[in-house]
């Protein structure tokens, strides 16, 4: 089994090409690049408004491809219809293909739930794949399982709820102790960072990855001026977690069990999930190519 050390890569979590130009004009590196449906949409329907242009989301992710050459994260919604219970392992399975064969740098994005992990195991780690909307250390014990690439803990989100940073802390060093012991090679990805503290804290603990808003970002700039560009770097030079080269495979030898999620564990999954479709139905975002 071969160690290797490396850095805290730094992740920009937006779907906006605008963005990426914002970020280069001030010459901030672009490790990766994280998108959901709520930050598409948003684009989509600037784009719509300011250029009086339709556009899909697929045409978002040319342009992000065009401007970047970082791997991507493009999510799945695993539905015809946009509604939580109609999710079907068959639609993440079509999705994921799209989403793979489409370019070798996007990564299929896959909400922590039941139907995805099927869907994974089918896929049998042929693409890969980004576990996000990740509140509970068994849903990260699933992302290990189903040989996730990454996994996303929503740190922001989980302080936002209980109003304490210590419960989101908790996670993310529980989810990087324990896959240290494993000698697991899943990739944890800091998500959901709301300031600067977050980031730093992702960071402090070795985070493989931080991805952050622009609000944040933009924070930064008018807290630190151009002093923010050498935070960001020295996030950069910060030590990840040990990691293995790896011989891991996936042993999908668990489930999905809401029963081991606290009750405001699987409130915050539920409610992403609902978002995230909501965001997506309100501009037609769609993974799967139209039915001619
Ligand atoms: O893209 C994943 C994640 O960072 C989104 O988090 O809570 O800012 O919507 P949030």
Redesign the pocket.
């Given at each position: 089994m071969q160690h290797y050390l490396s850095m805290v890569l730094f992740s920009v979590?937006t779907a906006d090409p605008k963005d990426v130009l914002w970020l280069r004009e001030r010459g901030i590196p672009i490790d990766k690049m994280?998108?959901?449906p709520?930050?598409k949409s948003k684009v989509m329907k600037r784009i719509r408004d300011e250029e009086g242009r339709t556009v899909s989301s697929f045409d978002v992710v040319d342009m992000l491809l065009d401007l970047t050459d970082c791997p991507i994260?493009v999510?799945t919604l695993g539905t015809p219809d946009y509604r939580p219970e109609t999710m079907d392992p068959d639609i993440f399975v079509q999705e994921a293909e799209t989403i793979g064969k489409y370019d070798s740098r996007l990564v299929v994005?896959f909400p922590l739930v039941a139907p995805a992990l099927v869907a994974a195991r089918a896929l049998e780690g042929m693409y890969p794949v980004n576990f996000?909307?990740c509140f509970s250390a068994h849903q990260a014990d699933l992302a290990a399982d189903y040989g996730g690439t990454y996994v996303?803990p929503?740190l922001?989100?989980i302080v936002a709820e209980l109003e304490r940073d210590d419960e989101a802390e908790a996670l993310l060093r529980g989810i990087i102790e324990k896959y240290g012991k494993d000698l697991c090679s899943t990739k944890v990805l800091a998500?959901?960072?709301?300031n600067e503290e977050q980031l730093m804290m992702a960071a402090k603990y070795g985070a493989d990855v931080v991805?952050v808003?622009m609000n944040v970002i933009r924070d930064m700039y008018e807290a630190h001026g151009e002093g923010a560009l050498a935070i960001i770097q020295d996030v950069r030079l910060r030590r990840s977690r040990r990691t293995v080269s790896s011989l891991w495979r996936p042993t999908y030898s668990k489930d999905f069990n809401y029963s081991e999620m606290q009750p405001w564990q699987r409130e915050l999954l539920d409610a992403?999930v609902r978002?995230f479709l909501d965001d997506a139905r309100s501009v037609g975002y769609s993974v799967l190519p139209k039915a001619a």
């Open positions: 979590d994280t998108t959901n709520t930050s994260s999510e994005k996000t909307l996303s929503f922001g989100r998500a959901s960072i709301r991805t808003p992403g978002t």
